[in-house]
């Protein structure tokens, strides 16, 4: 939400990451513009060793990719372009190589969450508790997931919906994708860390 705040001209991009197929953990923001194939394959390589060196220093469940977030650039089309659909599909077949590869015998589907036209209603803090206007739908293997069976760990939809537009309004945090990253230069690749964005880490993991 915090990246399409601060690009609302635009489409935007992001990885999700998580410690199983239903659970998100984080999410790792890609572009603020149609994302080209070298983009995307930089992106989910630098993420896949992110989630390594996490998984090197915690011993806890093994995170990695699981999903793809998008919201698209003009208002009222809510349903993924081409290309995501491209791209839920790659991150598919990779969590299903790597399930072949640990011998599980189950096929993964991958998340991929779209903003839609609720996010205007999200913005004016109307979101309920039980999950209406949450400002995006939740669409597994092409089908759209029911608001009861997606949950926020530790909060609500009220609550959690009130802190991020507050943090969107007020806070101004500056957020950078992996574009941003790429745009800076070699002076800025530290300061526009997108797979951390510490101003967000602050804000919601302390």
């Not at 991958?110 to 939740?138: H, T």
């Amino acid at each position: 939400m915090i990246h399409a705040t601060q690009n609302s001209l635009s489409c935007v991009h992001g990885i999700l990451l998580g410690t199983s197929p239903t659970q998100i953990t984080d999410a790792l923001p890609v572009s603020h513009s149609t994302p080209t194939k070298p983009i995307i394959d930089m992106a989910l390589r630098f993420a896949e060793a992110y989630c390594e060196d996490i998984n090197s220093k915690e011993d806890t469940n093994r995170t990695r990719i699981i999903g793809w977030y998008a919201g698209n650039e003009r208002e009222g089309i809510n349903e993924p372009n081409p290309v995501t659909k491209k791209i839920i599909s790659g991150i598919q077949h990779g969590m299903n190589t790597d399930s072949e590869n640990a011998s599980s015998d189950s096929s993964q589907d991958a998340i991929l969450i779209m903003i839609n036209n609720e996010f205007k209603d999200f913005m004016l803090k109307q979101s309920g508790p039980d999950g209406s206007k949450k400002g995006f739908d939740v669409i597994v293997s092409g089908d759209k997931k029911s608001l009861d069976s997606v949950h926020i760990e530790g909060g609500d939809w009220s609550n959690s919906s009130c802190k991020i537009v507050d943090i969107c309004h007020k806070d101004s945090i500056q957020i950078y994708d992996f574009e941003d990253h790429l745009n800076g230069g070699v002076g800025g690749l530290k300061e526009r860390d997108w797979l951390r964005n510490p101003n967000v880490a602050k804000k919601f993991r302390v």
